[in-house]
Protein backbone atom coordinates (compact mmCIF):
# COMPACT_ATOMS: atom_id res chain seq x y z
CA UNK A 1 0.00 0.00 0.00
CA UNK A 2 1.63 3.52 -1.35
CA UNK A 3 1.04 6.27 1.73
CA UNK A 4 1.43 9.43 0.51
CA UNK A 5 3.66 11.51 2.36
CA UNK A 6 1.74 14.84 4.04
CA UNK A 7 2.81 18.16 3.90
CA UNK A 8 2.75 20.05 7.19
CA UNK A 9 -0.69 20.74 8.11
CA UNK A 10 -1.63 17.78 5.89
CA UNK A 11 -3.34 14.43 6.98
CA UNK A 12 -3.80 11.01 4.89
CA UNK A 13 -7.01 9.73 4.62
CA UNK A 14 -8.71 6.58 3.34
CA UNK A 15 -12.24 5.44 3.04
CA UNK A 16 -13.48 1.69 2.85
CA UNK A 17 -15.98 -0.25 2.94
CA UNK A 18 -15.45 -3.39 5.75
CA UNK A 19 -15.52 -7.31 5.33
CA UNK A 20 -17.65 -8.58 8.14
CA UNK A 21 -16.48 -11.96 10.29
CA UNK A 22 -16.54 -14.58 9.33
CA UNK A 23 -15.02 -13.68 6.10
CA UNK A 24 -12.93 -10.70 7.43
CA UNK A 25 -10.79 -13.66 9.24
CA UNK A 26 -10.76 -16.29 6.38
CA UNK A 27 -9.06 -12.93 4.46
CA UNK A 28 -6.48 -12.02 6.97
CA UNK A 29 -5.43 -15.89 7.27
CA UNK A 30 -4.78 -16.00 3.30
CA UNK A 31 -2.67 -12.72 3.67
CA UNK A 32 -1.04 -13.57 6.65
CA UNK A 33 -0.18 -17.02 4.95
CA UNK A 34 1.03 -15.23 1.62
CA UNK A 35 3.58 -13.36 3.73
CA UNK A 36 1.79 -9.97 3.02
CA UNK A 37 3.24 -7.66 5.52
CA UNK A 38 -0.07 -5.80 6.28
CA UNK A 39 -1.78 -8.74 7.31
CA UNK A 40 -1.87 -8.41 10.76
CA UNK A 41 -2.63 -4.17 10.81
CA UNK A 42 -4.92 -3.71 7.74
CA UNK A 43 -8.43 -4.83 8.44
CA UNK A 44 -9.99 -6.63 4.99
CA UNK A 45 -12.36 -4.04 2.85
CA UNK A 46 -13.26 -2.84 -0.31
CA UNK A 47 -10.88 0.15 -0.93
CA UNK A 48 -13.15 3.35 -2.17
CA UNK A 49 -11.45 6.09 -1.05
CA UNK A 50 -7.04 5.21 -1.59
CA UNK A 51 -4.86 6.34 1.33
CA UNK A 52 -5.21 10.16 -0.03
CA UNK A 53 -3.58 13.65 1.15
CA UNK A 54 -5.70 16.29 2.50
CA UNK A 55 -5.39 19.16 4.75
CA UNK A 56 -6.27 18.14 8.17
CA UNK A 57 -8.34 21.65 8.67
CA UNK A 58 -11.09 19.84 5.98
CA UNK A 59 -11.21 16.54 8.35
CA UNK A 60 -14.96 17.81 9.02
CA UNK A 61 -15.51 18.45 6.03
CA UNK A 62 -14.97 14.97 4.80
CA UNK A 63 -17.16 13.63 7.29
CA UNK A 64 -19.96 16.06 6.46
CA UNK A 65 -19.53 15.04 2.90
CA UNK A 66 -18.86 11.51 3.49
CA UNK A 67 -22.08 11.74 5.83
CA UNK A 68 -23.96 13.36 2.74
CA UNK A 69 -22.87 11.24 0.10
CA UNK A 70 -24.10 7.92 2.36
CA UNK A 71 -27.42 9.47 3.38
CA UNK A 72 -28.17 8.86 -0.37
CA UNK A 73 -26.96 5.01 -0.69
CA UNK A 74 -29.06 2.30 0.56
CA UNK A 75 -26.99 -0.54 2.10
CA UNK A 76 -25.42 -2.52 -0.68
CA UNK A 77 -25.92 -6.29 -1.10
CA UNK A 78 -22.83 -7.71 -1.66
CA UNK A 79 -20.87 -10.82 -2.93
CA UNK A 80 -17.34 -11.35 -3.13
CA UNK A 81 -16.10 -14.69 -5.01
CA UNK A 82 -13.18 -15.82 -7.41
CA UNK A 83 -9.69 -14.14 -7.04
CA UNK A 84 -7.52 -13.07 -9.81
CA UNK A 85 -4.45 -10.36 -10.31
CA UNK A 86 -3.68 -7.09 -11.07
CA UNK A 87 -0.81 -8.66 -12.51
CA UNK A 88 1.47 -7.48 -14.50
CA UNK A 89 0.87 -3.98 -13.14
CA UNK A 90 1.04 -4.54 -9.89
CA UNK A 91 1.99 -7.10 -7.56
CA UNK A 92 -1.71 -7.79 -6.37
CA UNK A 93 -4.28 -10.68 -5.58
CA UNK A 94 -7.51 -9.98 -4.85
CA UNK A 95 -11.18 -11.24 -4.39
CA UNK A 96 -13.53 -10.56 -6.99
CA UNK A 97 -16.71 -8.27 -6.25
CA UNK A 98 -19.70 -10.33 -8.43
CA UNK A 99 -22.02 -9.07 -6.67
CA UNK A 100 -23.07 -5.28 -6.01
CA UNK A 101 -20.32 -3.37 -8.04
CA UNK A 102 -22.34 -0.94 -9.81
CA UNK A 103 -23.53 0.00 -6.45
CA UNK A 104 -19.88 0.63 -5.10
CA UNK A 105 -18.87 2.29 -8.74
CA UNK A 106 -21.87 4.55 -7.82
CA UNK A 107 -20.98 5.26 -4.05
CA UNK A 108 -17.14 5.74 -5.32
CA UNK A 109 -17.95 8.05 -7.88
CA UNK A 110 -20.10 10.36 -5.75
CA UNK A 111 -17.65 10.57 -2.92
CA UNK A 112 -14.65 11.65 -5.57
CA UNK A 113 -17.28 14.08 -7.14
CA UNK A 114 -14.95 17.03 -8.37
CA UNK A 115 -16.30 19.63 -6.26
CA UNK A 116 -16.06 17.98 -3.23
CA UNK A 117 -13.33 17.20 -0.75
CA UNK A 118 -11.99 13.93 -2.00
CA UNK A 119 -11.76 14.80 -5.94
CA UNK A 120 -8.63 14.55 -6.48
CA UNK A 121 -7.78 12.45 -9.61
CA UNK A 122 -6.81 8.62 -9.47
CA UNK A 123 -4.03 7.04 -10.33
CA UNK A 124 -5.64 3.92 -11.05
CA UNK A 125 -9.43 3.69 -12.69
CA UNK A 126 -11.50 2.38 -9.19
CA UNK A 127 -11.88 -1.62 -9.76
CA UNK A 128 -13.81 -2.87 -6.24
CA UNK A 129 -12.09 -5.95 -5.00
CA UNK A 130 -10.51 -7.31 -1.57
CA UNK A 131 -6.87 -7.47 -1.23
CA UNK A 132 -5.84 -10.65 -0.79
CA UNK A 133 -1.42 -10.59 -1.08
CA UNK A 134 0.42 -7.71 -1.72
CA UNK A 135 4.05 -7.13 -1.77
CA UNK A 136 4.79 -10.86 -1.99
CA UNK A 137 6.62 -12.92 -4.26
CA UNK A 138 4.67 -14.76 -7.23
CA UNK A 139 4.30 -18.09 -5.28
CA UNK A 140 2.72 -16.30 -2.66
CA UNK A 141 1.02 -14.68 -4.91
CA UNK A 142 -0.47 -17.65 -6.50
CA UNK A 143 -1.12 -19.53 -3.64
CA UNK A 144 -3.25 -16.55 -2.36
CA UNK A 145 -5.04 -16.89 -5.48
CA UNK A 146 -6.03 -20.37 -5.09
CA UNK A 147 -7.13 -20.13 -1.57
CA UNK A 148 -9.11 -16.95 -2.37
CA UNK A 149 -10.98 -19.12 -5.06
CA UNK A 150 -12.22 -21.24 -2.88
CA UNK A 151 -14.08 -18.67 -0.75
CA UNK A 152 -17.48 -17.44 -1.56
CA UNK A 153 -18.91 -14.63 1.00
CA UNK A 154 -22.36 -12.50 0.87
CA UNK A 155 -23.24 -9.97 3.00
CA UNK A 156 -24.70 -6.47 3.53
CA UNK A 157 -22.74 -3.30 2.96
CA UNK A 158 -24.04 -0.80 5.68
CA UNK A 159 -21.31 1.59 6.43
CA UNK A 160 -17.75 3.17 5.24
CA UNK A 161 -15.15 3.72 7.42
CA UNK A 162 -13.29 7.35 7.14
CA UNK A 163 -9.68 6.31 8.61
CA UNK A 164 -6.25 8.73 8.83
CA UNK A 165 -3.29 6.05 7.12
CA UNK A 166 0.45 6.62 7.90
CA UNK A 167 3.17 3.83 7.09
CA UNK A 168 2.43 2.05 10.02
CA UNK A 169 -0.52 2.73 11.77
CA UNK A 170 -4.45 3.10 10.76
CA UNK A 171 -6.65 4.57 12.58
CA UNK A 172 -10.87 4.80 12.81
CA UNK A 173 -11.97 8.33 12.46
CA UNK A 174 -15.67 7.76 11.50
CA UNK A 175 -18.39 4.93 11.34
CA UNK A 176 -20.44 6.43 8.32
CA UNK A 177 -23.98 4.50 8.10
CA UNK A 178 -25.27 4.04 4.17
CA UNK A 179 -29.18 5.09 3.77
CA UNK A 180 -29.30 7.83 5.97
CA UNK A 181 -28.12 7.24 9.71
CA UNK A 182 -25.83 9.70 11.68
CA UNK A 183 -21.92 8.96 11.64
CA UNK A 184 -20.84 7.09 14.77
Do not use: W
Amino acid sequence: MEVPEPADRESVVGVTVPVPEPFAATIRDIRRDAGDPLAARIAPHITLVPPTAVPTDRLDSIKEHLADVARAHAPIDLRLSGAATFLPVSAVAYLKVIGGGDALRSLQQDIRNASGPLGAPLRFPFHPHVTLAHEVGQAALDAAMRAGAALDAAFVAGQMLLHTLNRDHCALLARIPLGGAAPA
